[in-house]
């Protein structure tokens, strides 16, 4: 492995079929799989938490929307904090961490949390496999740090077949933190517009510039996705139901694709409620029971101060071909049967 110390980008893997790379000064780390990119994560300061973005699968696809990072034509323009792949909650002590964005006027400010990367611990990179460790922290509107965040990604891929996986350990620091019941959290990825479910709603879009020029209609031939869950739930139906994996897919340019979310078996509230939705979110949530039960239950999951919680997930890419519900089965045991 080459270390390049002293420089604003730190890379290993060089020599590798995954690199991986953090450039200090654009507050990114980039990784590629066989010399192409795959993901980055980007933390700036304009965004209210760090994520993945963009992500590409194995043939280069975009699979999550541009907008409003960078816009492409024909994207939708709703809800500006849904970025690339993410993880947080809507309702945390009180501070909603999910809506979070630049959008938000200042006078408002003091309803929402932020979460603020900290620091890069671990890059590791090889034939099989790059790994990320970070360090960020949930932030009150006065700068008071509610909870930390250690997050392990593992990138992987093979073939057609792309891998992120997440590890995230959140720590109570100084006070309980309670996750209030309630419909926003807690793994969100907004898709492309080709991966949403087709749809009789107008809703505003881009022109080639990324800026909005109008509203069109949603078509067949421009949105192709459909959700189904390990529970054979599927399209709409996948929404507010329990399932231990949900899988969308789709085409992008004309080429089939799946695009997967693995909960695990040791995660709270498994399996955990999908908040998948037809325009784009594909978002799972173990916190909200009650609005997803319609009140038949209820979590309110509780930290005690000092006390830690373990969540783990994995986001599937195949291109080529969809997977079949028994390939999912298969790829869901083998996550299980990992040891993180």
Request: aromatic share 10%; no cysteine.
């Amino acid at each position: 492995l080459l270390l390049v110390m002293g420089l604003a980008r730190t890379g290993y893997g060089q020599d590798t079929r995954f690199t991986i790379t953090q450039n200090k000064a654009e507050r990114r780390v980039d990784i590629a799989i066989d010399g192409k990119p795959f993901t980055s994560y980007i933390y700036p300061d304009s965004l209210m938490k760090p994520v993945l973005y963009p992500i590409r699968s194995a043939d280069g696809a975009l699979i999550t929307r541009g907008w409003p990072l960078v816009p492409r034509a024909g994207e939708h323009v709703d809800h500006p904090h849904h970025i690339g792949l993410w993880f947080n909650y809507e309702n945390v002590n009180g501070l909603d961490f999910w809506n979070n964005s630049s959008s938000i006027p200042a006078s408002k400010k003091n309803k929402y949390g932020t979460i603020r990367h900290f620091s890069v611990d671990k890059m590791t990179a090889n034939n099989k496999k790059a790994e990320l460790n970070v360090t960020a922290y949930w932030d009150k509107p006065d700068g008071t740090k509610l909870l930390k965040q250690d997050t392990r990604y593992i990138f992987a891929g093979i073939g057609a077949m792309r891998s992120i996986e997440m590890v995230v350990k959140l720590t109570a620091l100084k006070e309980d933190v309670s996750f209030t019941d309630t419909k926003d959290g807690l793994i969100g990825l907004r898709l492309t517009r080709e991966l949403e479910q087709p749809s009789d709603i107008p809703e505003k879009v881009t022109d080639a510039g990324g800026v909005v020029s109008g509203v069109r209609e949603h078509t067949a031939e421009i949105e192709t996705g459909l959700y189904r869950s390990s529970e054979g739930k599927e399209g709409d139906g996948v929404w507010g139901t329990r399932a231990r994996w949900v899988n969308l897919n789709g085409k992008l340019g004309g080429k089939p694709v799946s695009i997967v979310m693995l909960d695990h078996s040791n995660n709270v509230g498994y399996p955990t409620y999908w908040h998948a939705r037809g325009y784009g979110l594909f978002a799972a949530n173990p916190f909200g029971q009650k609005v997803f039960s319609k009140g038949v239950e209820a979590l309110n999951f509780k930290l005690k101060a000092g006390s830690s919680v373990v969540f783990k997930y994995k986001v599937l890419i195949n291109s080529g071909s969809h997977l079949s519900d028994d390939q999912v089965n298969i790829e869901a045991n083998k996550f299980e049967s990992e040891k993180r």
